[in-house]
Nanobody, 112 residues
């Protein structure tokens, strides 16, 4: 099983939006939960959102109502739609499929 690959990060102004993608492959990725985490410089990694294989979603309070996690029908990609971005959302975002290794991450920078 290869590690997932994240993409979609970048620089955006406060109030803007970005959509991150976590591309995976294999039976384990398709049939297990996937979570997004983020880590800002000097801070511990924090859980952001998760989605089960059946599509049940959960969110950290800090992003609830602004971020949406989803997965495609073939279940080979998990998305994180991030709206109303704030400077405090600036971090490296990584996805973590259950039973698989971490991806490399994608940087999100929100300017004020």
């Amino acid at each position: 099983q290869v590690q997932p690959e994240e993409s979609g990060g970048g620089l955006v102004q406060a109030g803007g939006s970005l959509r991150l993608s976590c591309a995976g492959s294999g039976y384990i990725f398709r049939t297990n939960a996937v979570a997004w985490y983020r880590q800002a410089p000097g801070k511990q990694r924090e859980w952001v959102a998760g989605i089960s294989s059946g599509g049940i979603t959960t969110y950290a309070d800090s992003v609830k109502g602004r971020f949406i996690i989803s997965r495609d029908n073939a279940k080979t990609t998990v998305y994180l739609q991030m709206n109303s971005l704030k400077p405090e959302d600036t971090a490296n975002y990584s996805c973590k499929p259950a039973q698989l290794s971490w991806g490399q991450g994608t940087q999100v920078t929100v300017s004020s």
